[in-house]
């Protein structure tokens, strides 16, 4: 029994799932994680949401704050066109490095680039060390106290323009009840609701979309 889930997702995917084949591979960690042990990828409920507004977007810039196992990155990846710029932030070593193996396996390496580290740390340093100017989707789903602040900054570091989309996850359970707040008060945003359903799970939740006006 390999020593933490996170790993033991990981072998599953690598003994199970087709090399190379992105929707396979989420389909195999969406079994495992439903029939064996829960685990906290966004999931196949809030996932064909995301796939949606990530399809109707069509980014050529893509923020992720939150990588944990790969689950989202390789979804959205797959939709990505030729030449995007996809950036995955992951402040846990040891998710970052299932990650960028479940990349890897998918053959999605090339499109995304794991950034190990805080999002307070790495958000300043994404135009000059990263080459980034703004952001054309960012999905939100590191960490619900960290929302908030985050996109401020993200606001400050001038990584937003007219027409940015974020979308974050959680924001009913365990829930960003600030962020709710922040974004739908701020005129700068014009924000949706997506309620579904947490990952592998009947409990409720929600992503909250947030279209940045400029
Ligand atoms: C871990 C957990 N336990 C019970 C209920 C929900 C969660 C949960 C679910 C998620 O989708 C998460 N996404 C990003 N970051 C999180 O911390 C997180 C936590
Ligand atoms: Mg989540």
């Not at 990530?54 to 689950?71: I, K």
């Not at 014009?190 to 592998?200: G, I, K, M, V």
Request: hydrophobic share 40%; aromatic share 10%.
């Amino acid at each position: 029994m390999a020593q933490i889930k996170e790993q033991r997702i990981l072998d599953y995917v690598l003994q199970n799932a087709i090399k190379g084949n992105p929707q396979n591979i989420v389909d195999a960690i969406d079994k495992y994680c439903s029939e064996m042990e829960w685990a906290m990828n966004v999931g196949n409920e809030k996932g064909l949401i995301l796939d949606k507004i990530v399809s109707e977007t069509n980014p050529a810039t893509v923020l992720e704050l939150g990588t944990y196992c790969g689950y989202s990155g390789v979804r959205i990846a797959q939709l990505l066109k030729p030449g995007a710029c996809f950036l995955t932030i992951e402040k846990n070593p040891v998710h970052a490095a299932i990650a960028k193996q479940m990349f890897e396996f998918a053959g999605v390496k090339e499109k995304i680039q794991i950034l190990e580290g805080s999002s307070e740390e790495i958000i300043p340093k994404l135009k000059s060390k990263y080459k980034v100017n703004t952001f054309d989707f960012i999905f939100i789903d590191h960490w619900s106290d960290r929302y908030v602040p985050d996109t401020k900054l993200l606001e400050e570091c001038g990584l937003l323009k007219k027409g940015s989309v974020l979308l974050a996850d959680n924001v009913v359970y365990p829930g960003a009840p600030d962020f709710l707040q922040y974004v739908r008060n701020c005129v700068r945003y014009e924000c949706t609701n997506y309620p579904s359903h947490l990952e592998y799970s009947d409990k409720e939740d929600a992503l909250e979309k947030a279209v940045f006006k400029g």
